[in-house]
């Protein structure tokens, strides 16, 4: 089992940024993949952001290429995302995810997630 936790959160202007962070307990976290989802008011979920359990390759949904930036401190067990230039359709709660079975794009193949944390942009 992987309990996570996301942080970081909060309500900023537009044009600026936040960084989100995601707690990992549990066994064998560093071998997981991990990845990032949101799901705005009446949207469906929505793929952020990827890591491998190595973080040696990152992938992004077209949401946020260039602008965001996943990473991951396996000796802190924390996953993160450095979210600028922040939008008002960036507006929606923030997802970790972790994936035993390598990294996807897919929220089917993740089987642990977080509680999530709301991210609202103001224009």
């Known amino acids: 089992q992987v309990q996570l936790v996301e942080s970081g959160g909060g309500l900023v202007q537009a044009g600026g940024s936040l960084r989100l962070s995601c707690a990992a307990s549990?066994?064998?976290?560093?071998?997981?993949?991990m990845g990032w989802f949101r799901q705005g008011p009446g949207k469906e979920r929505e793929f952020v952001a990827g890591?491998?359990?190595?973080?040696?390759?990152?992938y992004y949904g077209d949401s946020g290429k260039g602008r965001f930036t996943i990473s991951r401190d396996k000796a802190k067990n924390s996953l993160y995302l450095q979210m600028n230039s922040l939008k008002p359709e960036d507006t929606a709660v923030y997802y970790c995810a972790a994936s035993s079975t390598g990294y996807s794009s897919s929220s089917r193949m993740y089987e642990f997630w977080g509680q999530g944390t709301q991210v609202t942009v103001s224009s």
């Open positions: 549990g066994r064998a976290f560093s071998t997981y993949a």
């Open positions: 890591i491998t359990w190595s973080g040696g390759s990152t």
